[in-house]
């Protein structure tokens, strides 16, 4: 069977309702992972799980080990991933706590380690990143959501930005102008790596708040933290009703 593994972000730093059953803390010719990796059932199926950010939540988006993390899954056998992150919403349709599946990716990130193929051990690689995300996989998910009666955006543009920091709304202004639906901090590398090594790789972006400008007062944590609740409570009925179905 295909080997599943849920990247978990912002929100999602355990995995509730996973039955452990082994947990793997491993080195990678990149260095560290942001946490060990914890295969387990969820949903009576064999998923492996990744804390984004570790766990505890500790590591700012710009300083995650992209590469350590993808290759750790490869070296594990997962073929699929479902990366699942908190973002911005830009667009009037992407309100908070609202679920999207995005289609394409905008990266507005830099100077992160973005590639395996960077030194003289490997040939000049040029991946074809036209669809930056695996379409089955996507189909897959919207497919789940539309069986589990879950309202979700079944497309979306994702930019990608540095961080730590909220954006000003003048980035989102321009972000917008670009086609960008969505706004997040971890969307890059991490797609371009799993595609990379030939991985499947989907996104479930959870929507925590509107992006700088969209409303009148400023972003608060307590805003965010609010709608992430409610926002992850779809994802874990999304996860599993996807699960249920493909595996």
Same mark, same amino acid.
């Given at each position: 069977?295909?080997?599943?593994?849920?990247?978990?972000?912002?929100?999602?730093?355990?995995?509730?309702?996973?039955?452990?059953?082994?947990?793997?803390? /491993?080195?990678?010719?990149?260095?560290?992972?942001?946490?060990?990796?914890?295969?387990?059932e969820?949903?009576?199926k064999?998923?492996?799980?990744?804390?984004?950010?570790?766990?505890?939540?500790?590591?700012?988006?710009?300083?995650?080990?992209?590469?350590?993390?993808?290759?750790?899954?490869?070296?594990?056998?997962?073929?699929?991933?479902?990366?699942?992150?908190?973002?911005?919403?830009?667009?009037?349709?992407?309100?908070?706590a609202?679920?999207?599946?995005?289609?394409?990716?905008?990266?507005?990130?830099?100077?992160? /380690?973005?590639?395996?193929?960077?030194?003289?051990?490997?040939p000049?690689?040029?991946?074809?990143?036209?669809?930056?995300?695996?379409?089955?996989?996507?189909?897959?998910?919207?497919?789940?959501?539309?069986?589990?009666?879950?309202?979700?955006?079944?497309?979306?543009?994702?930019?990608?930005?540095?961080?730590?920091?909220?954006?000003?709304?003048?980035?989102?202004?321009?972000?917008e102008?670009?086609?960008?639906? /969505?706004?997040?901090?971890?969307?890059?590398?991490?797609?371009?790596?799993? @595609?990379? /090594?030939?991985?499947?790789?989907?996104?479930?972006?959870?929507?925590?708040?509107?992006?700088?400008?969209?409303?009148?007062?400023?972003?608060?944590?307590?805003?965010?933290?609010?709608?992430?609740?409610?926002?992850?409570? @779809?994802?874990?009925?999304?996860?599993?009703?996807?699960?249920?179905?493909?595996?």
């Amino acid at each position: 069977m295909t080997k599943l593994a849920i990247i978990g972000g912002t929100g999602l730093t355990q995995l509730n309702g996973l039955i452990i059953t082994k947990r793997e803390t /491993l080195t990678t010719p990149y260095g560290l992972p942001s946490a060990d990796f914890i295969t387990g059932e969820y949903n009576q199926k064999e998923v492996i799980f990744l804390a984004r950010h570790g766990n505890p939540h500790t590591i700012a988006p710009h300083k995650i080990n992209y590469r350590a993390n993808i290759w750790g899954l490869k070296h594990l056998g997962v073929e699929n991933i479902i990366a699942v992150a908190a973002v911005g919403g830009i667009t009037p349709e992407m309100a908070p706590a609202h679920i999207a599946i995005p289609d394409q990716i905008i990266d507005y990130s830099h100077s992160r /380690l973005h590639t395996f193929f960077e030194d003289e051990n490997y040939p000049v690689t040029h991946i074809d990143f036209t669809y930056p995300y695996n379409r089955a996989l996507r189909a897959a998910l919207i497919i789940a959501a539309k069986n589990a009666e879950i309202n979700i955006s079944p497309i979306g543009t994702y930019g990608c930005t540095q961080g730590p920091r909220l954006e000003t709304a003048a980035e989102i202004k321009r972000m917008e102008k670009d086609g960008c639906d /969505l706004v997040g901090m971890t969307g890059m590398p991490e797609a371009s790596l799993a @595609k990379e /090594l030939e991985m499947n790789y989907a996104a479930i972006s959870v929507i925590a708040n509107w992006a700088a400008g969209k409303t009148a007062g400023e972003i608060t944590m307590a805003e965010i933290e609010r709608h992430l609740h409610n926002g992850m409570i @779809k994802v874990a009925n999304l996860l599993k009703a996807f699960i249920s179905q493909s595996y």
